[in-house]
């Protein structure tokens, strides 16, 4: 069997940017995604496209495959009294490097890495943390299968595989992989 659309794909890899590993999945705690779902970088999808169980798998992709150049715009300056509560500032939130989830104007939860604190106030960057790196993916493909029909109208992965009876009254609404 090969790696096509709708395919339960269970892989390993490390993932390195400039020379240091930032990600991984071994083959006991794998990878699992639908391909061709939208779930992961495309790129990412085109450089598996077709392997087998055991195939291993070397490719780079550049930042524009990955996750996007760095947007200046996306790197904003906040007036130190959003981040107050009950007239406080929280001050071990403002540390260099958090990671804070914001609201954008659409009521999106964003996640915005703070870069610098002043008496000015806070900025913060949106763009994702990857943003403007070359990513390395090593890995191997350790499981294929087909994904069930739940798992498709989910559009994930559920844990349990064939046997998922997530809407199963018995199990409370739920078989605990998730997908409920």
């Known amino acids: 069997m090969?790696?096509?659309?709708?395919?339960?794909?269970?892989?390993?890899?490390?993932?390195?940017?400039?020379?240091?590993?930032?990600?991984?999945?071994?083959a006991e705690q794998p990878l699992e995604f639908i391909f061709g779902s939208g779930m992961l970088l495309p790129k990412f999808?085109?450089?598996?496209?077709?392997?087998?169980?055991g195939d291993a798998f070397k490719f780079s992709l550049t930042a524009a495959e990955g996750y996007g150049e760095v947007d200046e715009?996306?790197?904003?300056?906040?007036?130190?009294d959003m981040f107050m509560i009950d007239g406080k500032l929280e001050e071990d939130l403002l540390v260099e490097?958090?990671?804070?989830?914001?609201?954008?104007?659409?009521?999106?939860?964003?996640?915005?890495?703070v870069l610098e604190v002043n008496d000015?106030?806070?900025?913060?960057?949106?763009?994702?943390?990857l943003a403007g790196m070359e990513l390395n993916f090593e890995g191997k493909i350790i499981a294929l299968r087909e994904a069930t029909e739940k798992e498709l109208q989910k559009g994930h992965v559920c844990g349990c595989g064939d046997s998922c009876d997530c809407d199963d009254e018995q199990q409370g609404g739920g078989c605990g992989c998730g997908c409920q």
């Open 2 to 26: 090969t790696i096509t659309k709708n395919q339960v794909v269970s892989l390993s890899y490390q993932l390195t940017v400039d020379g240091e590993v930032v990600d991984t999945a071994t």
């Open 45 to 53: 999808e085109a450089n598996i496209d077709g392997k087998t169980v």
């Open 73 to 80: 715009k996306a790197i904003m300056p906040f007036p130190l």
């Open 97 to 113: 490097g958090n990671v804070i989830p914001m609201q954008d104007n659409t009521g999106r939860i964003v996640q915005g890495t």
């Open 120 to 129: 000015e106030g806070v900025t913060l960057d949106f763009n994702h943390p």
